[in-house]
Structure formats: structure tokens, C-alpha cells
């Protein structure tokens, strides 16, 4: 048995006034006392002054097959196996430096993941395999390509047999694969409600990549179960209209509006190609994410972690800084990468809070990320699963 007390604490959806003492045991939470409770005798206590202690962070949307190099994607194809397997190695190593102790990949290839790594010492990952898309569509290279709504629930149906754990369907183009448009949908409306229908048959989720409005209000339509990015994209800008960002609300859709990225990185020509052409900035992105926020729509944070420099694995603490900015307060805002990611991720019996019976996932930071969310980056230290990681300070 271990304990780690702190004087300030978050337990995934709250503060815990006064601090929490948390209790591990074989890599599970025994016990979540006050911070001033007894230990029991012979128990040794992990306490670091300064810090606040929370669950460990989930990042809902990562490509762990992404070196976060200029060509993270593009390179996929010419990879061997060994390289692919490095990288997403090295991949869950950054994540867990930074407190991310689980990952929602959407999105590998050869099924690489899926196959080979889950259940190992770096973050626990659930794993959507390649995703779904159209011929020559966005991310093809990954090998989910399928076109027609019989290749479309066959496609589901394989991911159920291999144990995919969620259904990645594009939706949109994408700016990182740039024979595709960002603007257009990929599919049609009864291709896109054959995956969800044939997923939730199954007892998967569907989660869709959508930049394009009308892929937006298609993916809503075919009754999806989350959106990422959710641009909702046009030639006129970005724009989400009152009554779409209201049904999505009511849907219980959730939405990963996959913010967050280094600063020091200059941003891909495609990306910058995309923002010239729809007038798309950085300040307006914000903007319409905090609207969705208003309109109650349920916001996981997730960075779309390795696929440019610009998006590095370890990136997600930016990303909670960035819905605070949007207007999220700033225990909404932990929750989106605690809590509220792993309800979403489908980890919430495992994972994102401090509770009796889950994993003993907890981060120790240096400050209080309540008061100034940028706390969240000085990490002190990262329990995986009862396993101490390291600290970064």
C-alpha cells in the first residue's frame, strides 16, 4: 500500500475542499480520504507541498503511429513493422511524462495498435484501428478505405472481430492529406448511417472526423456517437449554426474540438492553405469552440497528438489551456481531460477520477491548475496504474 496526500485536489469533476489523501494497492485506488485523514501504519505517503493532485489525463484523440515529424502520416506506408512499433512506444513514453495515463487512438495502421499495444506499460489505449474512409479519401494510407454501404458495415463488422474498441469514421477531407477537401464529405448520408447502425448493433461507438459543416450535419443526422474537430467549415468561414450546436447538445454527442499544439512549430502548409482559404484564424477557432461550450455541448479534450510538429504527443495539457481560454472554466475544462474524456473514451470504470475500485492513474502538479490552468504543464509526478513514471518539472 501507498499513499499520496495533497493539500489541494481535483477528483475528476470537482474540487475536494481541503485537500484528499488517496490510498493505492496493486495498482488500484483503495481509498480517497481527506488530506488530513490517518494513514494507516506502516503505509509510506508521497507528500510534495505545493501541489495539487488530480486523476491521470486522458487524451481522446491521438495517431500513436505519428512521430509528430513533417511527415508523420505521409510516412506510414514505407514504415516496417519494428519502426511503426518504436514509434508508438515512444509515443505512450511522451504522453505518460506529461500525466497522460490513457489515449483514445483513432486512427493506426496495419492495425498495428489494436493488434500489439494494448495492455503494455505505457498509457492504457483504446483503439479504433485504421480508420474508416473513402477511396483515395483522408488518411487512405492507413488501409480503411471502403466505398458503398456493404464495405461500409463489413468494415465495422471486421473492426468488432479484431476488437477494436470504437469505430474512426472520416466524415470530411482532411488539410494533412491534401488530394482530399476539407470542405466536402466523403460519404453519403446512408453510408455514414450504415457505420453508426452496424457499430452500435455490435456495441461500439462511432466517433467522426468532420471539418466540413455539411459533414457536421450529416454526422449528427446518422446518429454518431462523437465528432472530432468539428469545424464546421465553409468557404465563408467557420461557423456553427445556433440550432446545429443545439441538437448536438441534446444528442448527447460529444465533441473533440482537438485544440491544443506546440507554438514553437510553424503550422504545415496545409493547414496554413486551409486557413487562407476559408478565412479560418486561431482567435476564431476559440471563439466557436466556446460557443459550443454555451450551447451545452459536452466538450472532451483530445489533441489529435503526433500528426505534424505542431501537434506532438504530450501536447494535451495546451490543449485544457486552450478551452479555458474559449470561455470553459477551468474545472470544466479539467474535467474535458479527465472525467468527462474517459466517459467518452468508454475508460469511466476504469479511469478519470479519484475513486475507490479504478486505476490508481494520478498526476501531482506543481501550483493549482483551479486558479491558473497553465499548472497543468509543471508536472511533479505521474502514477500509471500504481506504477510511479518520473516527474518533469
Do not use: N
Not at 183 to 193: P, T, Y
Not at 368 to 378: C, E, F, N
Amino acid at each position: 500500500m501507498h499513499a499520496y496526500r495533497a493539500d489541494v485536489a481535483f477528483d475528476g469533476e470537482r474540487a475536494v475542499p481541503g485537500g484528499a489523501l488517496v490510498l493505492v494497492e496493486d495498482g488500484r485506488i483503495l481509498g480517497v480520504e481527506s488530506a488530513g485523514a490517518a494513514v494507516p501504519d506502516g503505509c509510506p505517503v508521497t507528500y510534495l507541498p505545493g501541489t495539487t493532485l488530480l486523476p491521470g489525463l486522458v487524451d481522446a484523440h491521438v495517431h500513436l503511429c505519428g512521430d509528430g515529424g513533417p511527415r508523420a502520416l505521409d510516412q506510414l506506408p514505407e514504415l516496417s513493422a519494428g519502426e511503426v512499433d518504436g514509434i508508438v512506444t515512444e509515443a505512450g513514453s511522451r504522453q505518460l511524462a506529461v500525466g497522460v495515463t490513457a489515449v483514445r487512438d483513432l486512427g493506426d495502421v496495419d492495425w498495428a495498435v489494436v493488434d500489439r499495444h494494448r495492455g503494455g506499460p505505457g498509457p492504457t489505449v483504446v483503439a479504433s484501428g485504421p480508420p474508416l474512409t473513402s477511396v483515395q479519401g483522408h488518411c487512405w494510407s492507413m488501409g480503411g478505405e471502403v466505398s458503398g454501404v456493404d464495405q461500409v458495415r463489413r468494415a465495422v463488422r471486421e473492426r468488432h472481430e479484431r476488437g477494436a474498441d470504437v469505430v474512426k469514421l472520416m466524415a470530411s477531407g482532411g488539410a494533412m492529406t491534401m488530394t482530399t477537401d476539407v470542405l466536402a464529405c466523403q460519404f453519403g448520408l446512408e453510408e455514414v448511417r450504415a457505420a453508426c447502425d452496424e457499430a452500435h448493433r455490435l456495441g461500439l461507438p462511432v466517433t467522426a472526423h468532420a471539418h466540413a459543416l455539411a459533414a457536421v450535419e450529416q454526422v449528427v443526422d446518422a446518429g454518431a456517437d462523437g465528432i472530432e474537430h468539428c469545424s464546421c467549415m465553409t468557404a465563408q468561414g467557420t461557423r456553427t449554426p445556433p440550432e446545429l450546436a443545439e441538437r448536438i447538445a441534446a444528442a448527447g454527442i460529444a465533441v473533440c474540438p482537438t485544440l491544443g499544439r506546440d507554438l514553437s512549430a510553424q503550422p504545415p502548409p496545409q493547414i496554413l492553405a486551409v486557413m487562407a482559404r476559408t478565412g479560418m484564424t486561431w482567435q476564431g477557432r476559440l471563439e466557436q469552440v466556446g460557443e459550443l461550450h454555451r450551447a451545452g455541448v459536452t466538450l472532451v479534450s483530445g489533441a489529435d497528438s503526433g500528426i505534424s510538429a505542431g501537434k506532438p504527443h504530450g501536447v494535451l495539457p495546451v490543449a485544457v489551456s486552450d478551452l479555458v481560454e474559449s470561455g470553459v472554466p477551468p474545472s470544466a475544462a479539467l474535467a474535458s481531460a479527465t472525467s468527462i474524456a474517459a466517459d467518452a473514451c468508454r475508460l469511466g470504470h476504469r479511469t478519470g477520477r479519484l475513486r475507490r475500485g479504478l486505476d490508481a492513474d494520478l498526476l501531482l502538479v506543481h501550483g493549482d491548475p483551479m486558479t491558473d490552468v497553465t499548472a497543468l504543464r509543471t508536472v511533479a509526478l505521474v502514477v500509471s496504474r500504481g506504477r510511479e513514471v518520473g516527474a518533469e518539472v
